[in-house]
């Protein structure tokens, strides 16, 4: 029964990421659903007028695209993160071992910490602002930290159901902490996570309509999301399970939902991009020449 739930959680990831980008592609659906606060061509007089709004087409999806809430419900991601992994610590710690399952736990904790952080960022770092998003992204959201947070637990709890006891006994499931492996992802999850809290306050502090301009900044358009990218690749390596005694490579299910990260932000940045080009043409080249989240990549 738990292997469908992780192939149930990497098609949440994937399908999401196939959705986003569609919605990328195709102009109607990227006007309405992908841009909001100050990047929403709603909110400018500049917005053309739509050829199609008298298209019954047209007129269910600027309904659907009406259907928002406020942007400070972002906080919400973060208590759920946060309910959601103290959740998996107690409900899952006590299936095995505590040798079996003491990298996901570790991970599990290292989620709490994330969401903690966020959550407080929420509180007490961003300013608040009258912006709006579209109630997909918000749904979309929710399911994101409650899959993943489940996800860190899944492929463990699949491969402990194929094993029989006689392997328990024996502890090739078993795994420590202090590898290499371990030492080294966790450096990464830490340090990206400080570079983005330094982001985000920077980004708090900033003048409205100010282009940022000082550490990473100066090269990446959103180096806050590049510190995401990295705290879920950490987790993904450092959380890869193992199999039969062997060690996999990666934890594949949180690939997925890097991959998800990576689509989700990588769009994010390049309305970004785009809006800070509009918005600053005296530095127009300067924005041009930076790349929108991960130096060279995208």
Same mark, same amino acid.
């Given at each position: 029964?738990?292997e469908?739930?992780? /192939?149930?959680?990497?098609g949440?990831?994937? =399908? ?11 102009p109607s ?12 061509? $709603? ?6 007028? +739509?050829?199609?709004k ?6 269910? =999806? ?7 809430v ?6 919400h ?6 309910l959601?992994?103290?959740?998996c ?10 040798a ?12 709490l910490?994330?969401g ?6 929420? $509180? ?18 929710? $399911?994101?930290?409650? $899959? ?11 491969l402990?159901s ?6 328990? !006994?024996h !502890?090739?499931? %078993?795994? %420590? ?17 400080? *570079?983005?809290?330094?982001y985000?306050?920077?980004l ?10 000082? +550490? ?6 959103a ?11 950490a ?7 193992? +199999?039969h005694?062997q ?17 989700? =932000?990588?769009?994010?940045a390049?309305?970004?991009?785009t /809006? ?7 530095? *127009?080249e300067?924005v ?11």
């Amino acid at each position: 029964m738990l292997e469908p739930l992780v /192939w149930a959680i990497r098609g949440f990831y994937l =399908l999401s990421c196939v959705a986003i980008l569609a919605v990328r592609l195709i102009p109607s659906l990227r006007d309405r659903f992908l841009a909001y606060g100050a990047r929403d061509p $709603a909110s400018t007089a500049a917005r053309r007028p +739509d050829p199609t709004k008298t298209v019954l087409g047209a007129q269910l =999806l600027d309904f659907a695209a009406s259907l928002k809430v406020p942007h400070s419900w972002f906080t919400h991601f973060y208590v759920v993160s946060v309910l959601s992994s103290l959740c998996c610590m107690v409900a899952l710690s006590d299936r095995s071992p505590a040798a079996v399952f003491e990298v996901p736990r570790f991970c599990s904790a290292l989620m709490l910490f994330q969401g903690g952080r966020r959550l407080l960022e929420c $509180a007490f770092v961003s300013r608040p602002g009258n912006s709006r998003m579209w109630i997909g992204h918000y749904a979309i959201g929710l $399911a994101f930290y409650m $899959a993943t947070n489940i996800a860190i637990w899944a492929e463990h709890l699949a491969l402990s159901s194929k094993a029989d006891t006689r392997m328990h !006994g024996h !502890g090739t499931l %078993s795994q %420590s902490l202090w590898t290499p492996r371990v030492v080294t992802c966790t450096l990464l999850f830490f340090y990206a996570s400080y *570079k983005q809290h330094r982001y985000h306050r920077y980004l708090a502090q900033l003048r409205k309509y100010t282009l940022p301009d000082v +550490d990473a900044f100066h090269f990446i358009v959103a180096p806050h999301y590049t510190a995401e990218c990295g705290i879920y690749l950490a987790l993904a390596v450092l959380d890869a399970p193992r +199999d039969h005694g062997q060690g996999r490579p990666v934890n594949w299910t949180l690939v997925c939902a890097l991959i998800f990260v990576m689509v989700n =932000l990588g769009i994010t940045a390049d309305g970004t991009q785009t /809006w800070m080009m509009d918005k600053f043409p005296d530095r *127009k080249e300067d924005v041009r020449r930076r790349w929108k989240m991960i130096p060279g990549l995208w």
